[in-house]
């Protein structure tokens, strides 16, 4: 079941020849309980997507249906109850600077008329559930960013939300942070139930936590299914951007001049192998080398986890002679690798 649809949505600032497209037709549907990642580079449209989706900003065409109400046909009381199954965390935290970490919770419970005690006992318990249980009386200026973001995340649930925004919220955070928050979400999403939409422009954070992925490019979705199949086998020029960053024209973890060097030593055809899961514990680049007996060189490796599993792509330079690079492709294919032609 479906907790997010959106059809054919469209928002353009201004107008006539002074109008700027943000998004170009995008239709998504967002199941249930799932955490799923809109990942796009800066300006592709994705801020402007997640604030659609609880109409911070109003569509200029389209429908955003959450929980089956379509959000674009309410307005005032009905919108603002609406809007209250949809919490949100932002890079920012926006914390309120002169409240406590427990009225900052609490905040969004004053505002729907929550008696105090009530408000104050479910603040405590959220507190409690990201980690917080004794910073109650805290300021955000006395607490770090993760700790921030803790307060910001517990704030978004404490009006108990079906759906849970992310806007990049761990972009201000460094990296032993961001592991932290990005296992805080995924374990309210499976204690909690709440879907969560991430919001970000880092493929490492939709390969930690998300089961499905969209990629938005100039302002339309060019691509999205489970995360896996998009980092394995990107089909679009903006996934490729995303997922396979050496194909910028230079190798990664090499220099420009390092990269030059060993593509002109070697002058063998490059090829990018992708590691599905299911063969990384099989040493498949020996293996190649023992049967067909010459070598290559890794001009590049990386490898990642996603959803407990190890998937990755090298990529390799083959001998420069035709019929042994052949026959390595042929091995490659027996074996049930997938590999595709780099560009160089």
Same mark, same amino acid.
């Given at each position: 079941?479906?907790?997010?649809?959106?059809?054919?949505?469209?928002?353009?600032?201004? #107008? =006539?020849? &002074?109008?700027? !497209?943000?998004?170009?037709?995008?239709? @998504?549907?967002?199941?249930?309980?799932?955490?799923?990642?809109?990942?796009?580079? #800066? =300006?592709? &449209?994705?801020? !402007?997507?997640?604030?659609?989706?609880? @109409?911070?900003?109003?569509?200029?065409?389209?429908?955003?249906?959450?929980?089956?109400?379509?959000?674009?046909?309410?307005?005032?009381?009905?919108?603002?109850?609406?809007?209250?199954?949809?919490?949100?965390?932002?890079?920012?935290?926006?914390?309120?600077?002169?409240r406590t970490a427990l009225a900052n919770v609490r905040f969004p419970l004053e505002l729907a008329h929550v008696n105090r005690a009530e408000a104050d006992k479910r603040a405590r318990e959220l507190l409690a559930t990201v980690g917080l249980a004794g910073r109650e009386d805290a300021y955000p200026a006395q607490l770090s960013g993760g700790m921030k973001q803790r307060v910001a995340i517990a704030r978004a649930l404490a009006s108990k939300p079906k759906v849970l925004l992310c806007d990049e919220a761990t972009s201000a955070l460094d990296p032993t942070t961001t592991e932290s928050i990005l296992e805080l979400l995924r374990e309210i999403n499976r204690t909690l139930g709440v879907t969560i939409v991430v919001i970000t422009h880092e493929m490492r954070v939709v390969e930690r936590i998300c089961s499905r992925v969209a990629i938005i490019a100039e302002s339309h979705i060019a691509e999205q299914g489970e995360v896996q199949e998009v980092f394995l086998h990107p089909k679009t020029?903006?996934?490729?951007?995303?997922?396979?960053?050496?194909?910028?024209?230079?190798?990664?973890?090499?220099?420009?001049?390092?990269?030059?060097?060993?593509?002109?030593?070697?002058?063998?055809?490059?090829?990018?192998?992708?590691?599905?899961?299911?063969?990384?514990?099989?040493?498949?680049?020996?293996?190649?080398?023992?049967?067909?007996?010459?070598?290559?060189?890794?001009?590049?490796?990386?490898?990642r986890t996603i959803e407990g599993r190890l998937y990755g792509h090298t990529v390799l330079q083959l001998p420069a002679a035709r019929e042994t690079a052949e026959k390595m492709k042929r091995w490659l294919t027996e074996q049930g690798i997938t590999f595709t032609k780099e560009a160089q």
């Open positions: 079941m479906a907790m997010i649809e959106l059809q054919h949505l469209t928002k353009t600032y201004g #107008s =006539g020849s &002074g109008a700027v !497209t943000a998004l170009d037709d995008v239709s @998504l549907s967002i199941e249930q309980g799932e955490i799923f990642g809109i990942i796009g580079l #800066s =300006g592709a &449209g994705k801020s !402007t997507l997640v604030r659609c989706i609880n @109409l911070l900003e109003t569509p200029t065409s389209g429908s955003v249906l959450v929980d089956g109400e379509d959000m674009t046909r309410l307005n005032g009381r009905a919108l603002r109850a609406a809007r209250r199954k949809i919490g949100m965390i932002f890079q920012g935290f926006d914390l309120l600077m002169q020029e903006a996934a490729k951007q995303l997922v396979l960053p050496s194909r910028s024209g230079k190798l990664e973890g090499f220099s420009e001049d390092e990269a030059a060097t060993a593509v002109d030593e070697c002058r063998g055809e490059l090829i990018r192998l992708a590691f599905d899961g299911s063969t990384t514990d099989r040493p498949v680049i020996a293996d190649m080398i023992l049967s067909c007996g010459a070598p290559v060189s890794i001009i590049y490796a990386d490898t």
